[in-house]
């Protein structure tokens, strides 16, 4: 392992000559050069092309103020939507769900936010009405948008129909035609998170069941 | 140097530690920490954005709260707290979130002795839970000093109480690196050997201080050996093939231990096992299986050995007399990893390790 450029991700930093871990978690290693430190938390480390849910807390003239669960507040460019324009730009109250992405992070500074992708579309991007979003462990918002589909999902796609969002920020986002069918998807995914895969379908089995009953 | 230590510990030897995470729901992080009696319970919040008037901007804040178990706040709690800041401080990496606040709340649940170290070992833990970057673990401890000169470590708070001088050290925990080299060096010493923290009550001599010192860090290899071993669990998934839980009843008269564990294909698989006499007064062992309800093998023998097979064969796998006396119907219980074995012996109990379990009991 000598003579190498490696890039060191999240949990890990570099001391002059050494490198050590900052967080406690797995170590791992995607080739040909990345290292990273995995592990899942409460809060969100901002990283630039992550998507997020976030929730509008204050617009201040040329940009929103965002709270994704990180270290500092981000900021949204009020002109960052798909035909926005000085005239025309969509406005959001307080509290408002956006689907965002993580356009930059810079150490000291407030991460940036926008809600068109790099061609200028707008993707997906944008608030998310009516649904129920709930908060989770970032552990387990990766393995939900994790691919192939994580088993819960699956499952629970098999008989039911929902609409999700995920934001690697530990935000997650339930919209389905009736009440009770947000809450049976809320409660597989909040109680999916220390389960395999196996352990996972059979949980999902016995809740339909209980249901149809 | 021998001195009677009224729970009948060496002088050198801790209470038995106990630490779990993740307990509290709203706190970002949160660890309970209790070494004995002494029980401590961090909750960590954090990082928010923005920094108290007077903190450094360019760095990470961290602000901690003390909260005694029953009384008013007042002198004693506010010299913890400032200590417990500079020591968070050093052991936290301030540049990764400048102008940020990260505040430690510090609940005294039982206080017999030994506080501060275990409230500093309980808000290490929940940094940890946290994910705060940190550049290495902080372990605490305290050795006091008698008349007579004997030194002893972690005291409870009857042996605190008859001491005539103190000391709470707190020193890295040892780092583990994959070259040797590479440990981090701080002008020509490895880290492991620095010391963070030093609150001394009483009179000592110079001497005994450096021994307190030394037989401090002695007792730092086994609190971050636990500290290791605490959060390698967490983080590794449920192990497949680990025995779930117990279940007892009684089946025909015998005392049953039901065993279900999911082997690694993801298919559950359960045993059930009954052990003891039949009506006849043979010892048994039988192994149902979980549809049908048939018997599947008869083990029978009353030896006082111990026997081990393999779960899908017929055939012994080996025997162990445990260096004797054992009963003749030895009572047996696996730990929830299946590392340790406890079994019933004439005058008491032996307990069984493989190699994973006798680092466990050390």
New interface residues.
């Given amino acids: 392992m000598t003579n190498q450029t490696i890039k060191l991700g999240s949990g890990l ?1 570099q ?1 002059n ?2 490198i ?1 871990v ?5 170590l791992r290693y995607s080739k040909p050069n990345k290292y990273w430190v995995e ?1 899942s ?3 969100y ?1 901002p990283r630039p092309e992550d998507h997020v849910l976030g929730i509008v807390v204050d617009c201040k003239g040329e940009n929103y103020w965002i709270d994704i669960k990180g ?3 981000a900021l949204l460019p009020v002109l960052a939507f798909e035909g926005a324009n000085r005239r025309n730009y969509p406005k959001f109250e307080v509290s408002t769900l956006l689907y965002t992405r993580v356009v930059k992070t810079n ?2 500074m407030n991460p940036e936010l926008s809600c068109v992708d790099e061609s200028g579309k707008a993707a997906g991007f944008g608030p998310l009405k009516d649904g129920f979003m709930f908060e989770t462990s970032t552990g387990l918002s990766r393995m939900l948008l994790s691919s192939p589909t994580c088993p819960v999902l699956e499952a629970l796609g098999k008989k039911l129909s929902f609409e999700t969002a995920f934001g690697l920020n530990g935000r997650c986002w339930v919209h389905a035609a009736a009440p009770r069918i947000v809450i049976i998807v809320a409660n597989a995914l909040m109680n999916s998170e ?1 389960l ?4 996972q379908r059979i949980m999902v089995e016995k809740l339909l069941e209980k249901i149809s009953d | 140097m021998e001195i009677d230590r009224e729970d009948g510990r060496t002088p050198n030897q801790l209470r038995p530690l106990a630490c779990s995470r993740n307990i509290l729901h709203r706190p ?2 949160s660890a309970s920490w209790s070494q004995g009696d002494t029980k401590v319970l961090a909750a960590v919040y ?4 923005g920094t108290k008037k007077n903190e450094n901007a ?1 760095k990470a804040c961290f602000e901690v709260i003390w909260k005694p178990k029953s009384g008013q706040i007042g002198k004693v709690e506010k010299e913890y707290e400032m200590i417990l800041k500079r020591t968070i401080q050093s052991i936290c ?1 301030l ?6 606040t990260t505040s430690v709340i510090i609940q005294v649940v039982h206080d017999d002795g030994s506080l501060l170290p275990c409230a500093i070992n309980a808000a290490c833990a929940a940094l ?4 705060i ?3 290495h673990l902080a372990v605490a401890i305290c050795c006091c000093l008698a008349e007579n000169g004997y030194l002893v470590l972690d005291p409870n708070k009857l042996e605190e109480k008859k001491m005539t001088a103190f000391a709470y050290l707190v020193f890295p925990n040892t ?1 583990l690196s994959v070259l040797p080299e ?3 060096v701080a002008e020509g010493e490895p880290v492991e050997h620095g010391i963070i923290t030093s609150v001394t009550h009483g009179v000592m001599s110079v001497d005994d201080y450096f021994l307190c010192v030394e037989n401090g860090r002695a007792a730092t290899a086994s609190l971050s050996a636990f500290f290791r071993k605490n ?1 390698q669990q967490s ?1 590794s ?2 192990g ?1 093939g680990n025995l779930e839980g117990w279940v007892y009843y009684t089946f025909h008269g015998h005392e049953a231990p039901f065993i279900r564990s ?1 082997d690694t294909n ?3 698989r359960a045993w059930l096992f009954c052990c003891g006499t039949s009506k006849l007064g043979d010892s048994s062992l039988m192994q149902i299986t979980e549809k049908k309800g048939t018997v599947k093998r008869f083990y029978t023998g009353q030896d006082g050995l111990i026997k081990f097979w393999h779960m899908d064969s017929v055939d012994l796998l080996s025997t162990t007399d445990a260096e004797g006396g054992l009963q003749d119907f030895p009572r047996l219980r696996f730990d929830k990893e299946g590392n340790l074995l406890a079994v019933s012996t004439r005058d008491g109990f032996k307990i069984l390790a493989n190699s994973t379990g006798s680092k466990l009991l050390q």
């Fill in positions: 930093r001391d000559e050494v050590s900052m967080r406690a978690g797995k592990s938390h409460k809060r480390v270290p500092q507040l150490t000291g220390t395999s895969g196996t352990q | 970002h992080g954090g990082p928010k954005a360019e990496v540049t990764v979130n400048p102008n940020t940890v839970d946290a994910g970057p940190m550049k780092t590479g440990s981090s959060f983080s998934n449920a497949y999911i993801g298919n559950i």
